[in-house]
């Protein structure tokens, strides 16, 4: 495993460089790499790396998800209000239901196996997007408006509206007993679980570092490692309480924010030099999960799905803005932020095949699944990057050096 470490952070490095010198975001360079020394491509990759990627990418996870809910101000959510929530669900559920209704015209299969699909798809990927909305928080670019907000938290519940669809689906189709209606209503409340979780457990941190004062490297530590709980403690409960373990991570960061600006810049500084290490195994461990030979053997009708269901989170982004105090230019900016796939399709492409070979069920369905949600991987998230880091610069307004928070201005200082 120390020589995938040491392979991963070497040639990640130099990857990260070499696409960040042609004005392109450094994550491209890593996804790639990824997919050239992954099982699929020379295979340099020892077994025992592999074997603990999804781990090491749920550390990573943490990493950026702590520091979203660090930069999450009361503030900026009171200027996003409702469209956070509308962006929560809306786009998520018109994409699947583009693709339930598109998908069998395209592909021999039925309206709930294309639901299968359309849920395996709809997720928007927390490791492309909440690093870059992160980056234009700290250039202050959109910040009077929240548009890097609006971002973070949309998108975040998003992932979790489609996990639960996928469960869901998966349930019906091997013949489960699944309540839809019921697992629907488990979105909301695993949300507000999660909230609620986070804001009483950042609470308590926040009185207990108060009371005993330990260093910035300690407090890291012990919010880590609660963290690190919570997500295993979701897996044990999820059967009986609905519960958003991510959702409650970000909102410990958003309490000790509120409560202390000035601890939580700390805290966030810190992540801020762990997530140097974190993204250089988060998207190498990602890029290493696609099987291009699948991707490929999509062909053409799984690049026009992945196109339909964009079409469709699009047109529900769009009229998610309607009314808005959002120029057409910073509404471009949010569509295209609610473009990038890879996480949640590398951790349940499978899902569904899976399921179905342990239902000894016919298996070309599940197959179909898996190779379009590798090719939304491989095409998604390189160009979302793009368009994301692209449009960010060109079309977000960067606020005056004097209205940034020390942390942005820190970040600026650094670059």
Not at 170 to 194: C, Q, T
Not at 196 to 204: F, N, Y
């Amino acid at each position: 495993m120390l020589l995938g470490v040491a392979i991963i952070l070497l040639f990640g490095l130099i990857a990260d460089w070499i696409v960040r010198k042609l004005k392109l975001p450094g994550l491209i360079g890593l996804l790639f790499l990824g997919i050239i020394i992954g099982p699929f491509g020379f295979n340099i990759l020892p077994d025992e790396m592999l074997n603990v990627s999804y781990d090491l990418r749920v550390f990573a996870l943490i990493v950026i998800l702590l520091r979203a809910g660090f930069e999450l101000s009361r503030e900026a959510l009171a200027k996003v209000g409702i469209r956070a929530i509308l962006l929560s669900f809306i786009p998520c559920l018109m994409e699947v239901g583009f693709i339930t209704l598109a998908a069998p015209f395209l592909f021999p299969i039925s309206h709930l196996e294309a639901a299968m699909l359309g849920s395996v798809l709809a997720a928007v990927s927390p490791a492309v997007v909440v690093p870059l909305m992160i980056k234009m928080i700290e250039e202050g670019r959109g910040i009077a408006k929240g548009i890097p907000t609006l971002v973070l938290a949309g998108a975040s519940v998003d992932d979790a509206v489609a996990i639960v669809l996928c469960s869901s689906f998966i349930g019906m189709y091997v013949g489960n007993s699944v309540d839809l209606g019921r697992s629907l209503l488990n979105i909301p409340i695993s949300v507000v679980v999660g909230i609620l979780a986070g804001l009483i457990i950042g609470l308590i941190l926040y009185y207990i570092f108060r009371k005993c004062n330990p260093r910035a490297t300690k407090r890291i530590l012990v919010i880590f490692s609660i963290a690190i709980f919570l997500v295993i403690l979701q897996k044990k409960i999820e059967h009986f309480i609905p519960f958003a373990a991510l959702i409650a991570v970000m909102s410990i960061g958003f309490v000790i924010l509120e409560k202390s600006e000035h601890m939580a810049h700390e805290i966030s500084a810190k992540l801020g030099k762990i997530w140097i290490f974190a993204q250089l195994l988060l998207f190498a461990l990602v890029g290493a999960q696609v099987k291009v030979p699948v991707a490929i053997d999509a062909g053409f009708r799984g690049l026009l799905i992945i196109l339909i269901g964009l079409s469709g989170r699009s047109i529900a982004v769009a009229l998610c803005l309607i009314k808005s105090k959002l120029n057409i230019k910073e509404r471009i900016f949010v569509i295209f932020s609610y473009l990038p796939k890879a996480t949640v399709q590398a951790a349940i492409g499978g899902a569904p095949l899976a399921a179905m070979a342990a239902a000894k069920m016919s298996t070309y369905s599940g197959e179909l699944i898996l190779a379009i949600a590798v090719l939304s991987i491989l095409v998604t998230a390189p160009i979302g990057a793009i368009l994301i880091n692209f449009t960010g610069k060109k079309f977000l307004v960067q606020e005056p050096i004097e209205s940034l928070t020390p942390a942005q201005l820190a970040a600026l200082e650094s670059k």
